[in-house]
C-alpha cells in the first residue's frame, strides 16, 4: 500500500484503522530509525567495540519492527471480533450469556493487542539507547526522534490498554495487565531518559498518568 493510501485509510471515517494501528505503525518507523544508524559505517568514535554492539542491538530491533507491523493489522482484527461479539443475539438467557462470554474474550484480545505493542515499544527504547550510545553522533536527531516516535507508541497503545479494561470483569486479570501496563510505561520513560538525541529538540520524558481517552479502535 502506497503512504498516500496509508494516510487515506486513516484519515476516513471507518473505524479502522485507528489509534492502536497508528501506535503500532509510529513505533515500527522508530524502529526503522534505529536500525538505520545501526547500520551507518561510521559509529561513534570507530571503536570495533561499538560496532559489535551496534550490530547486536540491530539484530534485537529487526524481529521488534516485524512484530510492530503485524500488530498495525492485528488491532483491526482485534475491532473486528468484538463487534461481531457485540452483535450477537440477546434474545434468551442462554444468547446473553453466550454474547457476554464471547465479549469477554474479545475484549481480551483487544487489550492483548496493544500491550503487545507496549512490550514491543518498550524493548525497542531500551535498543535506542544502546544505539545513541554508539551510533554515529551525526545521526542523534534521527535516534532522537524514533524514541519519540517509540514513547508515543508506547503511550498510545496504554491508552487503548486502559479504555478496554473497563469492559473486562476479571479484578485479579485487570490488576496484572494494569500493572504490566505501568511497568511497561516507567521502563520505557527510564529508558527514553537516557537517549541524548531526543535533547536536540528540547523533549522531556512524557510522565504524566494514562488518561482514558477514546479513539476508533479498541486496541
Not at 471515517?13 to 518507523?29: C, F
Not at 461479539?85 to 440477546?90: D, E, N
Not at 503511550?155 to 490498554?161: D, E, I, P
Amino acid at each position: 500500500m502506497a503512504l498516500a493510501d496509508v494516510l487515506d485509510a486513516f484519515a476516513s471515517n471507518e473505524p479502522v484503522p485507528g489509534g492502536g494501528s497508528a501506535a503500532a505503525l509510529a513505533g515500527a518507523v522508530g524502529v526503522s530509525l534505529l536500525l538505520m544508524v545501526a547500520g551507518l559505517s561510521k559509529t561513534r568514535t570507530g571503536a570495533p567495540e561499538e560496532a559489535a554492539d551496534l550490530a547486536e542491538a540491530a539484530a534485537r530491533l529487526r524481529p521488534l519492527r516485524d512484530t510492530l507491523a503485524t500488530l498495525i493489522d492485528r488491532d483491526a482484527e482485534a475491532y473486528a471480533a468484538v463487534v461481531k461479539a457485540m452483535r450477537l443475539p440477546k434474545d434468551t438467557d442462554a444468547d446473553r450469556q453466550q454474547r457476554r462470554a464471547a465479549i469477554d474474550i474479545a475484549m481480551r484480545e483487544a487489550i492483548a493487542v496493544p500491550l503487545d505493542t507496549m512490550r514491543a515499544c518498550q524493548q525497542a527504547l531500551r535498543g535506542a539507547v544502546t544505539v545513541d550510545r554508539n551510533g554515529n553522533p551525526n545521526a542523534a536527531t534521527d535516534t532522537g526522534s524514533a524514541a519519540l516516535l517509540l514513547i508515543a507508541g508506547l503511550r498510545g497503545a496504554a491508552l487503548n490498554v486502559t479504555v478496554n479494561l473497563e469492559s473486562v470483569s476479571d479484578p485479579a486479570w485487570i490488576e496484572r495487565v494494569a500493572n504490566e501496563r505501568d511497568e511497561l510505561i516507567a521502563d520505557a520513560d527510564a529508558d527514553y531518559g537516557l537517549v541524548d538525541g531526543r535533547r536536540a529538540g528540547g523533549a522531556t520524558p512524557v510522565t504524566a498518568k494514562d488518561s482514558t481517552v477514546n479513539d476508533k479502535s479498541t486496541g
